[in-house]
Nanobody
Framework: VQLQASGGGLVQTGDSLRLSCAVS????????MGWYRQAPGKQRELVASITSGGNANYADSVKDRFTISRDNAKNTVYLQMNSLKPEDTAVYYC?????????????WGQGTQVTVSS
């Protein structure tokens, strides 16, 4: 099972980016998917999560700017990030609660760097 995150980069304040996280491997079901981020010297924090039914939750700091979505047919979750700010600079990680071999397991992707310049 692998979570492959992509889409990070260097952008300017106010720009947009879309992150993708593709889940591959022998999985029976993808339950909750989430995006986390970790800035230098800070703890990893939850940015947004989405259930298998499409219910989304967001950190207050990104509400109205970020949108999480998923394509169940492609086993992929996205994070559309608009109006980016320097404080959004961090390594972004995707996380998934998956059903593997009829057992619930949690997996992390490798992280993708997002840098927002002022």
């Amino acid at each position: 099972v692998q979570l492959q995150a992509s889409g990070g980069g260097l952008v300017q304040t106010g720009d947009s980016l879309r992150l993708s996280c593709a889940v591959s491997g022998s999985i029976l079901r993808i339950n909750v998917m989430g995006w986390y981020r970790q800035a230098p010297g800070k703890q990893r924090e939850l940015v947004a999560s989405i259930t298998s039914g499409g219910n989304a939750n967001y950190a207050d700091s990104v509400k109205d700017r970020f949108t999480i979505s998923r394509d169940n047919a492609k086993n992929t979750v996205y994070l559309q990030m608009n109006s980016l700010k320097p404080e959004d600079t961090a390594v972004y990680y995707c996380n998934g609660d998956l059903l593997v071999g009829w057992k619930p397991k949690n997996y992390w992707g490798q992280g993708t760097q997002v840098t927002v310049s002022s």
